[in-house]
Structures are given as structure tokens and as C-alpha cells.
């Protein structure tokens, strides 16, 4: 078992001489209980190493191949064997858990599906956290230092697991853990990148709107509820972010704030929202482009007081390289600070001493 400079992540690997290249596991440790990956035989060393860890809860299959290990696994800890739903309905034995796309695993742990016409219903862990992510199969570290798809012959529609494994690009990872071949400790956005935009079979910084998955954000109760669509991270957008936001009758997309920073346009696609600014509301219709410069003239809120539904594309600035980003929501008196990779909300009154705890 090698421990990882990802804390609490190690990996156990078996070399394959007909493939030269390694075939790899990993071991997670959670909190509320830790978790096994893709397990490969495990030695006495291997089980000792979890052992001594507090032994394993739930055992991932990413994809079918690694079913045998994975049974022996659970057996010897009594864990719980979780794969996605299309992946259970090829295996041999029962599935306790089934992941669903979207969904948290384990803490700060999210399940990602992959349209794979080899192994439908194949599932990616992302760890946010880290920048990292675990990829069963459906990326290969070959050669070392390098990523590749599986070889097309295997694929049946390679184009569009090319284009599935966008959602693995949209992740802007740091690190990315596979399954077989090298393992990618750094820089593995732009290796992604490079495998996904080598091909000549499809153009994957193409997609249409309603290509996009369609993410549900709720929150105070439901009375902010929206669909969202993230378009930009998912054709290698790094510099400007874009997406397209659904927003329903009677419901609001954000509180009112204004960047510090960071200017953006809304586009009106479909319906009537109502832009509510420090000036007012106003009513805008399809066609409508809304400029919010980054103060307090670009302040803005977004939300539906029509009857039918409205859509919107949103595009803003992203990736600035040595800046800050401080965001004021004049209703609350917050403060939304996030720099060097860390987010913080803190309320803008009462106003500390510069010398208060000091």
C-alpha cells in the first residue's frame, strides 16, 4: 500500500506485463466511514494497512471488471458494495448502494456518471476538495505522464465518450487518480485537455444548450430555486465562465450583490425576468443583453415575478490570476471573500478595531 501526499488516500497496484503498464486501487479514509475503490487482490500487508485504519465501509465499483476483488474485499470487512445502477444489473452478485449522478457519496466525495458505450453507466469519484478525482477506466495514464481514452476499437462510439468525459474536464482537476496506467499528481486539467482535443472525430469545444446537464439549486426554503447549466467548463472555458440558468414563476435565482472584481452580461433567451438593481426593478425580455460592471452600479438580483418560465445565459469573468474575489450582498450586509482557494462569508457589521483580538 502507497500512502499518497493527498491526505487520508493511498493505493495498492498490480503490474500487467501484457499491457505494461499498472492496474491500480485506492483506499480513502472518511470520517463516518472509509471507503475502497476499484479493489484489486489485496495482499495480507494491503488488509493489515486498512485494517489498522478502521477497516473499510464501502467498497466502488466504477465499472464491472473488478468484481471478484471487490466481493473479497467486503467480505473480509463487511462492507457495503455501492456502483451505479446500470453497472449493478451486469454483475454477478447483490448491490447494497446504488450511486446516482449527482450525489454525495461520503463527505466532500460526489458521484459522476460517464456515457460509455463499453461500459454503460461507468461512475467517477470527485473529490472538489483536492482538485482531484478517481476514473476507473474511462481516461488511462498511458504513457506516464500522458492521458488516453481506451483504444477506440473497444469504445463502439468513441466520439461520444469523448464528449461524456468532458464532465471529467468541466472538474478543472489538479489531480486525477485512474484506474490504469500513471496517476496524475499535478496539472491534469490541461493533460485532459490535450487527450479530449487530440481527437479529429469530434469538436468537443462545441455543445449546445441542451447538451448540458441540468443541475437543481435550492435554497432559504425554496424560495431561491433555479436549473443550471454549466456550459463554459465543459468546452475548456478558463478565462470567462458561462452558463444558462432556468428560472420558474415566483422563484429567484440569487440575492441581490455586487462584485468587487468581476464584470458580467446576462442574455434573455426565453421569457420575462425581472432584474431587481439598486435603482430599481426592471422587466427585461428575450433579446435583452444586461451589462453589471464590477461596484455597486453592476448590483443585481435575478428572479421571475412573471408566469411562465424564463431562461438566461449568464456569462462572467473567471480565472484572474492574483485576484481576490469579494462579493457584497447589500440585504444581508455580507460578505462572500474567497482567495487562495478558500471561501468565506462574514457579515459586514459591526465593524471590528484594527487591533480587536490582537
Request: glycine letters at 10%; a negative charge; proline letters at 7%.
Amino acid at each position: 500500500m502507497q500512502l499518497l501526499a493527498l491526505e487520508g488516500l493511498a493505493m495498492w497496484s498490480v503490474w500487467q506485463p501484457d499491457r505494461s503498464l499498472y492496474f491500480n486501487a485506492f483506499f480513502l479514509q472518511r470520517p463516518e466511514g472509509n471507503i475502497v475503490v476499484d479493489p484489486l487482490p489485496a495482499s495480507e500487508t494491503d488488509l493489515a494497512f486498512i485494517r489498522d485504519r478502521g477497516g473499510v465501509r464501502w467498497v466502488v465499483l466504477t465499472h464491472p471488471e473488478r468484481e471478484p476483488a471487490a466481493r473479497e474485499v467486503a467480505a473480509a470487512f463487511g462492507a457495503t458494495v455501492a456502483t451505479g445502477a446500470r453497472t449493478a444489473q451486469v454483475l454477478q452478485g447483490p448491490v447494497e448502494r446504488l450511486l446516482k449522478d449527482g450525489e454525495e457519496l461520503a463527505s466532500s466525495i460526489w458521484i459522476i456518471e460517464i456515457e460509455s458505450s463499453r461500459k454503460p453507466g461507468e461512475i467517477a469519484l470527485s473529490l472538489p476538495e483536492r482538485r482531484a478525482a478517481i476514473v476507473g477506466d474511462g481516461l488511462r495514464g498511458e504513457p506516464a505522464g500522458a492521458l488516453c481514452m481506451p483504444p477506440d476499437n473497444l469504445l463502439g462510439d468513441p466520439p461520444r465518450t469523448a464528449l461524456s468525459l468532458r464532465r471529467i474536464w468541466a472538474l478543472t482537476l489538479d489531480v486525477l487518480l485512474v484506474g490504469q496506467g500513471a496517476c496524475i499528481f499535478a496539472g491534469a486539467d490541461a493533460l485532459i485537455g490535450r487527450c479530449l482535443q487530440g481527437r479529429h472525430d469530434v469538436f468537443v469545444n462545441r455543445i449546445n444548450i441542451d447538451e448540458a446537464p441540468a443541475q437543481p439549486r435550492v435554497g432559504a426554503g425554496g424560495k431561491y430555486a433555479s436549473l443550471r447549466q454549466e456550459l463554459g467548463l465543459l468546452i475548456d472555458a478558463r478565462k470567462l465562465g458561462y452558463q444558462v440558468v432556468t428560472v420558474e414563476p415566483g422563484k429567484r435565482y440569487c440575492p441581490l450583490h455586487a462584485e468587487q472584481y468581476e464584470e458580467e452580461v446576462f442574455i434573455v433567451l426565453d421569457g420575462h425576468p425581472t432584474i431587481r438593481t439598486l435603482h430599481g426593478e426592471f422587466v427585461c425580455r428575450p433579446g435583452d443583453v444586461i451589462a453589471f460592471p464590477p461596484g455597486d452600479v453592476g448590483s443585481h438580483q435575478l428572479l421571475n415575478a412573471g408566469t411562465t418560465s424564463c431562461r438566461v445565459f449568464m456569462l462572467g469573468m473567471d480565472g484572474m490570476e492574483g485576484l481576490s474575489s469579494v462579493t457584497y450582498y447589500p440585504d444581508s450586509d455580507k460578505f462572500l471573500i474567497s482567495a487562495s482557494g478558500k471561501r468565506i462569508i462574514v457579515r459586514g457589521s459591526p465593524q471590528l478595531d484594527y487591533y480587536d483580538g490582537e
